[in-house]
């Protein structure tokens, strides 16, 4: 581990000892919610344990058997209504109302424990990930309009977890948009009465933190941001709670006057062992359309790239995360109720593929994304890395459905041939990654329950699916 990661990082736990740069105690009274503990993963592979508190002070921890101290990440506190993409009416102050502790662990950690529960760490070598996204529930101005979030049937992130928890991975990736109650429920509405809304703690656990309970608890952490993360949106809770980096005055969205530096992170690796590697970017302030050159967006993602490229030379094989599907196709409506296909991120595309016609790297063999609310894989006969997209965990789903045959002419990039597609439209679910070789995956869609509805193979970039359509199941 890097000293120096640890010590920006407000804690470095050396041997027996800690060096703790705390700040004071909040005081306080508890709030009425339980102690929440997880592990991130960050810049090269830095373990990152976290804990979110009603209490006025951080938990100490148990590292190896030795007690250790936790240092305040963020307090617990009223964050002031600031500028957010609502209206100003229907926005309003975001409340924190625990405290947020963490500790960056060193590599050679063997047990650590918070609260008497102990923490989940990364294998050397990770062999099995579980895969989700798009998890929180939507609710919408119009009565009726959005999930029934009240109905475990309707919004089922709470099981999707609990069963992907069951198949007992190594790490836990998630493709990007956590929070979607951002809007109060309309009066009258009985799906989604009592919800809570904005960007505050009590959102958040309505659409995260509780529903995902049981995968933080049995392996750690690699997430994408979200453009539902962005700072005008859920950005202050993205930065307190789910960052792996420092939480630092400026970058935590709360000042709209800094959104052009809380809204891009560099990329960072998470090393999976055996030659292979998590390659994180953060594409969350993206637009769909072509960015102009001197567009603030394209300069941070020019950058962006060059530093995916150095991270992708340290391994023969990696495999990109981040929200947005670069290489992957929508599904909608056209005239007359004809499917149309839609292509990829166009602004990720305009500012990758003016580097190169590849858009990625070349040991980038697979990108995992979300975005789209459906489970998707396409994979190229051109030289193109495959794309996967995962995003259908929680969040109300797409129902147009992907073709089982892609027509000669349809393209999710220019250059880009496909050479097969596979999708599961309309069904709540898991993807599962168990390794079966350096740049070999053993893949499974799993539903609601964790039963498997499709499986496919991962070999370098080409992906084989058995099922090209996966019926729905409505």
């Given amino acids: 581990m890097n000293f120096w990661v640890g010590l920006t990082r407000g804690v470095v736990l050396l041997g027996l000892g800690v060096i703790g740069l705390s700040s004071p105690a909040i005081a306080g009274p508890a709030a009425a919610f339980p102690m929440t503990s997880y592990v991130l993963l960050g810049d090269d592979g830095v373990r990152v344990a976290r804990v979110i508190t009603p209490n006025a002070v951080c938990p100490r ?8 101290n936790m240092a305040i990440r963020a307090p617990a506190g009223t964050v002031a209504q600031r500028t957010t993409s609502a209206s100003a009416a229907g926005s309003k102050p975001s409340v924190f109302d625990g405290l947020v502790c963490e500790a960056t662990l060193p590599i050679w950690t063997k047990v650590a424990s918070v609260g008497g529960h102990n923490l989940p760490l990364p294998p050397a070598v990770i062999r099995r990930v579980v895969v989700i996204g798009d998890t929180g529930c939507r609710i919408l101005p119009a009565k009726g309009a959005g999930q029934a979030c009240n ?72 997430l994408a941001r979200g453009n539902h993360e962005t700072c005008v949106r859920a950005g202050q809770g993205w ?10 005055p400026g970058r935590d ?19 999976l062992g055996d030659k292979a590697q998590l390659i994180m970017f953060d594409s969350a302030d993206t637009s769909n359309k072509p960015l102009a050159d001197d567009d603030v ?37 056209g005239a007359g109720g004809t499917v149309a296909l839609y292509p990829g991120n166009g602004g990720l595309q305009s500012v990758f593929g003016a580097i190169t016609p590849r858009y990625l790297p070349g040991r980038i063999d697979l990108s995992l994304a979300g975005h789209i609310h459906l489970w998707e894989a396409v994979s ?18 797409d129902i147009v459905p ?13 250059g ?13 679910g898991f993807m599962t990654l168990e390794r079966r070789g350096d740049d070999a995956w053993h893949v499974e869609v799993h539903d609601v329950q964790g039963a498997v509805v499709n499986t496919c193979e991962i070999r370098g970039r080409d992906v084989a699916c058995a099922v090209a359509q996966v019926a729905s199941r409505h």
């Fill in 61 to 68: 921890m148990l590292v190896d058997g030795h007690r250790a």
């Fill in 416 to 428: 880009a041939v496909v050479k097969a597609l596979s999708s599961w439209v309309d069904g709540f």
């Fill in 239 to 248: 930065w307190r709670y789910l960052d792996p980096h420092p939480y630092l």
């Fill in 402 to 414: 992907l073709p089982a045959a892609v027509p000669a002419d349809a393209t999710p990039a220019k």
């Fill in 253 to 271: 969205c709360n000042d709209p006057a800094n959104d052009a530096v809380g809204d891009f992170t560099d990329p960072y690796a998470v090393p």
């Fill in 380 to 397: 190229f006969s051109s030289d193109h890395p495959a794309q996967i997209i995962a995003g259908f965990s929680g969040t109300l789903e």
């Fill in 297 to 333: 967006r394209a300069v941070h993602y020019r950058d962006a790239y060059a530093k995916i490229a150095t991270l992708a030379a340290d391994s023969p094989h990696s495999i990109l995360v981040n929200h947005h599907p670069i290489l992957g196709f929508a599904a909608g409506r």
């Fill in 151 to 222: 109905d475990p049937k309707a919004y089922p992130f709470a099981q999707v977890a609990a069963a992907a928890a069951r198949w007992k991975p190594d790490l836990v990736v998630h493709v990007g948009d956590y929070l979607y109650r951002e809007t109060a429920c309309p009066t009258g509405d009985a799906g989604c009465a009592g919800s809570p809304w904005g960007y505050g703690a009590d959102a958040w656990r309505a659409d995260f933190i509780t529903p995902a309970e049981a995968l933080l608890t049995v392996a750690p952490l690699a």
